[in-house]
Nanobody, 124 residues
Framework: EVQLVESGGGLVQAGGSLRLSCAAS????????IAWFRQAPGKEREPLSC????????YYADSVKGRFTISSDNAKNTVYLQMVSLKPEDTAVYYC?????????????????WGQGTQVTVSS
């Protein structure tokens, strides 16, 4: 059974930092990439970042490039999203998902291989 569990969300002031974790089971990072998305109320889901551990590649959306850093700990089967210089517009539910591949323009996620999300709220 595949499980992806996000954690690390919370309430932070603008300019602050958070580190999100995505603990994966039932998937291995040599086969699957892990991507982060977010969805704010009334908005479409937005792809943020992806890590392809088998290639040593990372991808970022322009909206978070330079502020968010994705990394993985293969021993713990966990992917992290370090977020700094947070802005109120970063407020959203953040999800991780397994993907078969990622590119600069698209993350090819696997249906049903998604976490439940963690809320990030950035106050002004």
């Amino acid at each position: 059974e595949v499980q992806l569990v996000e954690s690390g969300g919370g309430l932070v002031q603008a300019g602050g930092s958070l580190r999100l974790s995505c603990a994966a089971s039932g998937v291995t990072f040599d086969v699957y990439a892990i991507a982060w998305f977010r969805q704010a109320p009334g908005k479409e889901r937005e792809p943020l970042s992806c890590i392809v551990s088998s290639e040593g590649s990372t991808y970022y959306a322009d909206s978070v490039k330079g502020r968010f850093t994705i990394s993985s700990d293969n021993a713990k089967n966990t992917v992290y999203l370090q977020m700094v210089s947070l802005k109120p517009e970063d407020t959203a539910v953040y999800y991780c998902a397994a993907a078969v591949s990622c590119s600069d323009t698209y993350y090819y996620t696997v249906r049903d291989y998604w976490g439940q999300g963690t809320q990030v709220t950035v106050s002004s």
